[in-house]
Every structure is written in structure tokens, then in C-alpha cells.
């Protein structure tokens, strides 16, 4: 099932009033005053789909630069939910989280600096890129950078997935089928992806060398136009040189597992 059949199907529709309007309601002038034409009932076509909703993410950015440390971050600020205390807490939520890696990195920094072996500014970054923002998913990756000495900095991503209709955060089970084998499933076209990869990659089976299958406590996911996004962080199934591979498993490949 491809993400654009999915969401004309009018996926997610709770809470989307349907419109009736009656029509051929008056008397035929030869029928008795007894005798009434049928009434015929139409449904609006458009709105059986989802109430569109108008979700905004506005950039908040946060510097900082000392001789200790710099801070770089750019925060997402969402608006557009009706429920405003689920809108507060997710701002929120981004905000302390953000709050808490930026002031562990000055902590750091300051810390050293005291001890007399700063040799360079430690750095906290973050960024944000909206993966999806259509009628029915937000789908936000927050990306984590920090520069705390060596040879190199470290970096991790954070996902956000909300039902758009019924404003909630989305965990996997959400979205799969409760009585379906779904982390097989996954498991198996994750493996197929990265079996592809390394067929076609200089490194071959080498490749990602720590992978073993993923668990629903470590599977991280985002919820994409294309597909399912896979993704895993640095050193989680290779060595820091691979990166932070991600896959986009198409939606049709999961089908009878998902309940989008």
C-alpha cells in the first residue's frame, strides 16, 4: 500500500463530523396529501476525509558564544493542535531536553576550563528537519551535535511522530497491528535492506558488521511519505566511519502489519 493510497482512504478520520444534506423533500403536486416522495440522502464526498489541520513548525533559535563554550541550536516551535495542553507539553518537553544536553555540555566546559585543560571551545548544537507534515502525521528529527575534545565530535538523532488527528506522540505499537508479528516483520525487511546495501557497497559483508536485529525498545522510527523510516545512531551497528545509517522501508512491504 503506497502512502498516497493510504491517506486517501481517509486515514485517521475520529473526530471528522460528517455533513448531511437532505434533498427532494416536497410533494409531487399529482400524489395525495398522504402520499410523500422519497427522501434522498447525500453525503459530502470531501468531508468523509480528515479535517485538515493547519500544524506550523517555527524555527527558535538559541547562541551562545564564550570563550568556554558555543551554542548553536535551532529549535522547532509547533502550533496548530487544538488541544493546547498536548501543544504546550511537546514544546515543552523539546525545549527541556534541549535545555538539559546544552547545559551538560557548559557544565563540561567549565569545569575543564577551571581545571586548566581547555584547549578549544567545547560546542552544543542542535537542528531540526520536518520529515512529514501532512493531514494526518508530523513527523520532526532533532539532531544532536557536541564537540567536547578529541578527535572528533559526536552526533545522535531524536524522533517525534503525532497523530495529527487525535494529537497524541506515537510509540511503534500505535501504529502496528497488536495481534500481527510485527517486529519480525520489520526485522526481516530491515535485514533485506541492509543485505542490498552491502551487495552493492566495497565493503560487502563488513558493512555494518554489529547488526543483529533490533528490538521494539531500540527500533527508532519516523513515519515518512515514502515509507517507514529505520534509523540507528552512530556506533549502534559500526564503527563512527559508517555514520548513522537510515532506511525508508516502503509502506507496501508492511502491510500486513501496520495498522496506518
Known sequence: MTYSKWQKIGLLCL?????VSVSGCSFDQTTTQNQQEPVEIEVSQEQTQPIAKKIAVEAEPINEDTVAYTVEVTLPVISGFSDQAFETSLNQGIKDAANDFIEAIKAMALDVQEDGYLTSP?????????LNNSDSYLSVELFYNEYTGGAHGNYYSEYINCDVQNEKIL??????????P???VLNEAITEAI??????SEYGEELHPWYEGVTEETL??????EGLGIHFQPYEIGPYAEGAPSYVIPYEKLSDVLSL
Not at 511503534?172 to 500481527?180: G, H, Q, S, V, Y
Open 182 to 184: 510485527y517486529m519480525k
Open 220 to 225: 527508532t522510527f519516523s513515519i515518512q511519505e
Open 122 to 130: 567545547y560546542h552544543a548544537g542542535i537542528e531540526y528537519t520536518v
Open 195 to 200: 543485505e542490498k546495501e552491502r551487495s552493492e
Open 171 to 180: 510509540a511503534l505499537k500505535d501504529i502496528m497491528k497488536p495481534d500481527e
Open 15 to 19: 473526530g471528522a463530523a460528517l455533513a
